[in-house]
């Protein structure tokens, strides 16, 4: 996860006023509905909901609208193949409505949208974290159904 967080890093360090004050929003959505959330070395918002740790993050390149995405980890079976893992995602984003990006070793999922205000995010949270779950659970089921062509 630290390489993907690594382009971003200095991007984050860079908010304007306007950004800083969306990211701060968020943030304390987040603390009032009981998270724990905290800013990580690259700006990004974490915190944990129902064991999976998730980050937010807000683009340094727009203003209103700003881009924000949401993310959390989607771990890998044990003994995982990367190309069953690569027809999961591939067949999941034709459809779905976050995204799975898939790495060698790791996968996250992703939603991404563009605010106005940070009170459109509160309207859409907690569904955006069920249907994060859901992508999940579907991407592990993807993936044990996966029939890969040979070569």
Same mark, same amino acid.
């Given at each position: ?52 740790? +998730? ?31 690569? +027809? ?28 106005? +205000? ?7 949270? +907690? ?25």
């Amino acid at each position: 996860m630290a390489a993907l967080a690594m382009p971003r890093a200095a991007a984050q360090k860079t908010l304007t006023a306007e950004q800083t004050a969306l990211r701060t929003e968020l943030f304390d959505f987040l603390k009032c509905e009981g998270y724990l959330p905290e800013i990580d070395e690259d700006g990004d918002i974490a915190f944990k909901a129902e064991g999976n740790k +998730h980050w937010i993050t807000v683009s340094d390149v727009d203003s209103s609208p700003f881009y924000v995405t949401i993310m959390r980890g989607a771990p890998y079976i044990e003994n995982y193949d990367y190309n069953r893992v690569l +027809h999961a995602a591939d067949e999941l984003n034709l459809y779905k409505t976050c995204k799975v990006e898939a790495y060698d070793g790791f996968a996250i999922i992703t939603s991404s949208m563009y605010l106005r +205000h940070a009170s459109a995010f509160q309207d859409v949270f +907690h569904k955006l974290l069920e249907v994060m779950d859901d992508l999940y659970d579907d991407f592990i089921q993807e993936y044990e159904n996966a029939t890969l062509c040979r070569q």
